[in-house]
């Protein structure tokens, strides 16, 4: 059984897939819950949780979320286009590489902040708890149709800062699982996903309420093969998040 991410950027994945009987899509928090119970023995989870795990999971150089520069789903946001230190920045606890890549490049920035983590996960509810929110995936999407700014894609500023591309899901496997018929069909399906975006943005549309041209373009930006530029950032990022 093979986890892919229930989010809509791995959605032309999933679509490309030959066997979606032995396909579970679930968040990639649940994904890491279900690979360390033994429920599953491979899937996509967050490059973060890979690191803080690989005592007992193994990389695999298969599909990935990531992107050259922008994501459009991984951003800053707040009510006031102004930055404004220290920042205040409410955060859903469902991201966890997303935040990492935003405390590297405030850092770099030289700006101080402090992290609200939250449950909650879409701009309104957390700008009720701080002055900035950091929003991904699918809630992300819908602050373009919404009257909240936005402050940094997260992904363009690491990419700007750092001369690399972010990396933020990474597929992996439990040691010593066999999984080689699942991974064959994931890279077959990665080399498929595009023809697949067309009728991924119709119904990603309707069910935003986003036109289809912001979808298609956020397509465009996903990434979902592993090559050189994953692993430089891969490796980059390793020992960081091992601190």
Known sequence: ??????????????????????VIRETPKKLLELLLNGKIDCAMISLLEYFRHMDSLELVESATISSRSGTMSTLLVSRNPAIRAPMKIAVTEHTKTTAFYLELVLKKLGLEYEFIWSDKRDADSLLE??????????????VFASQNCIIWDIGSQFSSLYSMMPVFSVT???????????????????????QFEEKCA?????????????????????????????????????????R
């Open 1 to 22: 059984m093979l986890g892919i991410i229930n989010f809509t950027h791995s959605d032309p994945l999933y679509q490309a897939y030959g066997d979606k009987s032995a």
């Open 129 to 142: 708890e701080a002055e900035y929110a950091l929003v991904i995936g699918d809630e992300a999407l819908r």
């Open 172 to 194: 992996v496997k439990r040691k010593g699982a066999e999984c080689a018929k699942e991974i064959k069909q994931l890279k077959q399906a990665i080399l498929n996903s595009r």
């Open 202 to 242: 119709e119904e990603a549309s309707k069910k935003l309420g986003l036109g289809k041209s912001i979808l298609r373009q956020y397509y465009r930006t996903i990434r979902y093969d592993f090559n050189s530029e994953v692993m430089r950032t891969v490796r980059f990022m390793q020992p960081i998040a091992s």
